[in-house]
């Protein structure tokens, strides 16, 4: 059974900065997708971004990070590991993080609901 767990979740205030970490254990292979997504009290579940092997896994087997705005995605099999940094965290970025692991797709796209999930760890950013 693949387990995925989150940490370096916890309260950060406005413009700090943020590393959060995903390790997957008891995996026999290097998932396809790897990705976090976060979910703020009373609203729908979004995804912040996802490395999928296919598009950014290079020759060496390392990964081209994932950049948006303030997100930047890394991922290291060798280590199980995802991560996500986050930099000029404002109020509106609070919510619970997750990460999830798939090898699953639909057209082509990871599909993540028949994927795995970690538990999430909040991150609460104050004003």
């Known amino acids: 059974q693949v387990t995925l767990v989150e940490s370096g979740g916890g309260s950060v205030q406005a413009g700090g900065s943020l590393n959060l970490t995903c390790v997957i254990t008891?995996?026999?292979?290097?998932?396809?997708?790897m990705g976090w997504f976060r979910q703020a009290p009373e609203k729908i579940r979004e995804e912040v971004g996802y490395?999928?092997?296919?598009?950014?896994?290079?020759?060496?087997?390392t990964y081209a990070d994932f950049k948006k705005g303030q997100f930047t995605i890394s991922r290291d099999d060798a280590k199980n590991t995802l991560y996500l940094q986050m930099t000029g965290l404002k109020v509106e970025a609070t919510a619970t993080y997750s990460c999830?692991?798939?090898?699953?797709?639909?057209?082509?796209?990871?599909?993540?609901?028949?994927?795995?999930w970690g538990q999430g760890t909040q991150v609460p950013v104050s004003s």
């Open positions: 999830a692991a798939t090898n699953r797709r639909q057209y082509g796209r990871c599909n993540w609901a028949l994927g795995n």
């Open positions: 008891e995996r026999r292979e290097s998932p396809a997708c």
């Open positions: 490395i999928d092997s296919v598009v950014s896994r290079r020759l060496d087997g």
